[in-house]
């Protein structure tokens, strides 16, 4: 419990950082995820046409 101060703040700029990266992320896997359903619609509709 006991922790001293300068750890705080490493781990306020640690917080930071991955808030940072972490919108990173979920840019990332939006737009991975927009292009999964792009190609999924195209699959269903080359089902649908045989």
Do not use: C, D, V
């Amino acid at each position: 419990m006991g922790k001293p101060m300068t750890s705080a703040r490493n781990e306020e700029k640690m917080e930071r950082k991955t808030s940072r990266t972490s919108l990173e992320a979920a840019k990332l896997i939006r737009q991975a995820s927009i292009e999964l359903m792009k190609k999924n619609a195209k699959l269903y509709k080359e089902l649908e046409n045989r």
